[in-house]
């Protein structure tokens, strides 16, 4: 697992990401965005500085982050795989690529390997619908999944 | 000449290995000591051929596609800088059939120029549109907009020019352009393409909005999905800025307006126009009722101007063309053009920008040359995870808002999803209420318990469990959804649920039955 930095130290780090976007036409998001980066997810520390910073309860900026997706409670893996679910990637049995990933990593969606390596999480719509099924990784796009592409991505997360 | 390699950077080409292809063929071109410019240029949208990588020489432009790394070389030893011939040899990528049939107006550049060279931009008729606007009256850019039929490309349909009346009417201190580029629906990447191949055309038609209706500040919210478009569209921002296209002075001239991309956060629902206000607000992505509309009080409550990426990208060539060489395209009340995008199990997938009207069997047959694993065409979701699913009964619908209304469907984004007959349409209408109450906002009870219970009562009906009784109930449910949701996805989530149970009652059959029918 990732070491979690101690709570000063990601209260000082956070405050500085508020600096940046404070300015803002509602910074919330963008500061939410900036604190991912960093940790990698939001701390519930970075919560409490956030509210402070920004004048609002703890709970509403509990809230916003938990509303959303994208915003991880607890670390993730060293590297995130996204894997489209959604209705283009179906129709080209993205049932079945799913299946083949989950069992060749050992982990089911929302999950993290045991060994730190990856984390994976549904996703709908990567707007690569003309090439389905789909995948993200770290970032990178990856289109036509196939059982070769799979294998590659596999060695790529145990690397 | 030193020849040009146009390689595309748009995020669909390179999930098929476009950046590889690139980089083999820099190396190539550097062990050959051969000079030669590499220009990254968006995607035609032809995604069967892409990688899709075009030489212009002396013969003009030549498509090669789709290129895999192992034909880099091969390319090379037949000469393939001066457009000779080769396995991938594809010739003049105009006369493509799949491109040469299109209609581009919104979509003229894309695939064409360097996206981000705004000197291409403007050799290719950019910014025409916007000087025009900076020489005329607000209310008469409204005008123009209103008389070309533009209508919002976002699902709704609302008219384009309507919306910006009533932005210009309402006197504010601040008022605020906003760009919906949270393109969330499966089988649409128009939005995307635009942005990554075209954003000058975007940042144009945000601008004309701007001096249309008296904001001087814009948003694009960009979904999180998409990294490639957000990263695209801030140097565009940037590179707009410091050429005087954006800022104090808009080319120029007495008018203000100036931009910021916003990044989304993973939530379907920000793509409804309210919701998405809140989330540029700071906070949760909840449906806010309407009215009042955010004409009249949007963004921080100030009149705003919010339309999607297709919509204002459509807006240059109106204003530079005219009200009436847009509005001459397309039939009934669905004028100019629209960009289809066909997708899923399908062999020709792509964007298709086209006049309104063709029929959806000319689209998926015709253009899409039916499906890739060349099974029989069984179903066609048409606008999104909201959309109906079309049997092939229906293939005479032509492409227009109201056509596809009156067959309780919806055009939406334009998206087209192609199924084969290994679809299960029970699977399908299940997902459909899964998606919705995995997405829910959670405001409307209809959607966010009505979700849960749907995926529910149809697991139900998979398992045999007094099917008829739960058909009724399902049925009853939609109605409820339908009508007691504040927005688009409780409200429309029976439309896919509903259609599939429609025209494929076959698979709804209880589980023995289905089991013996295979």
């Known amino acids: 697992m990732a070491v979690q930095p101690a709570s000063t130290e990601i209260a000082t780090r956070t405050a500085s990401i508020i600096q940046e976007f404070k300015a803002l036409e509602g910074p919330l998001l963008p500061i939410l965005h900036g604190v991912q980066g960093e940790f990698g997810y939001v701390p519930q520390e970075a919560l409490r500085v956030i509210a402070d ?26 590297h995130v795989l996204k894997v489209c679910q959604a ?72 690397s | 000449m030193i020849p040009r390699i146009f390689i595309p950077d748009d995020s669909g080409a390179v999930a098929l290995g476009a950046d590889k292809v690139a980089k083999a063929i820099e190396k190539e071109l550097k062990e050959r000591g051969i000079e030669a ?32 790394v192992s034909d880099v070389k091969g390319l090379f030893d037949s000469g393939f800088l001066k457009g000779s011939h080769h396995k ?44 025009k606007a900076i020489a005329m009256q ?36 601040q008022k605020y352009i906003v760009c919906n580029a949270d393109e969330g629906d499966s089988a649409t990447f128009a939005d995307r393409m635009i942005m990554e191949g075209d954003p000058f055309v975007l940042i144009e038609g945000m601008a004309i909005a701007g001096i249309a209706t008296g904001a001087t500040k814009g948003y694009i919210y960009i979904r999180s999905e998409y990294p490639h478009a957000v990263a695209k569209m801030n140097r565009a921002v940037e590179i707009a800025r410091k050429a005087g296209v954006l800022g104090v002075k808009v080319l120029g001239s007495a008018h203000a307006f100036d931009m910021e991309v916003r990044v989304g956060a993973g939530a379907y629902v920000c793509g409804e126009e309210t919701s998405l206000l809140n989330s540029l607000e700071g906070k949760r992505g909840v449906v806010r009722a309407k009215p009042p509309l955010p004409a009249i009080q949007g963004l921080f409550g100030k009149p705003t101007v919010i339309n999607n990426v297709i919509s204002l990208a459509s807006v240059p060539i109106v204003m530079d063309k005219g009200a009436e060489y847009y509005r001459d395209f397309g039939m009934g009340r669905s004028r100019g053009t629209i960009p289809i995008q066909i997708a899923g199990n399908v062999k020709h997938g792509g964007l298709f920008e086209t006049a309104f009207g063709l029929t959806l069997g000319e689209i998926v047959d015709d253009i899409g040359g039916g499906t890739a694993s060349g099974r029989p065409v069984k179903a066609v979701q048409v606008g999104g995870p909201l959309g109906a ?57 209809p959607c966010r318990v009505g979700a849960v219970r749907g995926t529910e009562t149809i697991d139900r009906i998979a398992a045999g469990i007094e099917p008829e009784k739960n058909l009724t109930l399902v049925t009853d449910l939609c109605n409820t959804m339908k009508f007691g949701s504040l927005c688009a996805l409780g409200g429309f989530t029976p439309y896919p649920v509903m259609s599939a149970l429609t025209h494929f009652p076959e698979d709804f059959k209880p589980a023995p039955v289905r089991a013996a029918a295979e």
């Open chain 1, 53 to 78: 910073e920004l004048n609002l309860s703890r709970a509403e900026v509990h809230g916003v982050a938990s509303f959303y997706h994208d915003y991880r409670k607890e670390p993730g893996g060293r």
């Open chain 1, 87 to 158: 209705e283009a990637c179906q129709s080209m049995g993205s049932d079945a690529t799913t299946a083949r990933i989950k069992q060749l990593l050992g982990i089911d969606f929302h999950e993290t390997a045991k060994d730190g390596s990856v984390t994976l999480e549904p996703v709908y719509c990567l707007g690569l619908c003309a090439c389905s099924p789909s995948a993200m990784l770290d970032g990178e796009v990856i289109g036509r999944l196939d059982n070769e592409k799979i294998d590659e991505i596999v060695e790529a997360v145990r």
């Open chain 2, 37 to 68: 410019k590499i220009v990254r240029n968006g995607s035609r949208g032809a995604y069967f051929l892409e990688p899709m990588v075009e030489v212009a020489c002396d013969a003009g432009r030549v498509a090669y596609g789709p290129v895999k």
């Open chain 2, 88 to 131: 991938r040899w594809l010739g003049d990528p105009a006369k493509i059939p799949f491109l040469a049939k299109q209609t581009r107006l919104t979509f003229a550049r894309c695939g064409i120029i360097d996206p981000l060279s705004l000197d291409a931009y403007e050799r290719h008729s950019g910014l025409k549109g916007l000087r």
């Open chain 2, 138 to 173: 607000p209310a008469d850019i409204v005008k123009q907009v209103t008389d070309s039929g533009l209508r919002g490309r976002g699902g709704a349909g609302f008219p384009t020019g309507i919306k910006w009346k009533t932005v210009l009417d309402t006197a504010a201190d």
């Open chain 2, 389 to 445: 699913y079309f049997p092939r009964g229906l293939f005479d619908t032509p492409f227009d808002y109201e056509e596809f209304a009156k067959r309780d469907g919806l055009i939406g984004h334009a998206g087209i999803t192609v199924f084969d007959d290994s679809a299960d349409m029970l699977k399908m209408a299940r997902f459909a209420m899964e998606f919705c109450a995995v997405e829910s906002c959670g405001k409307c009870t």
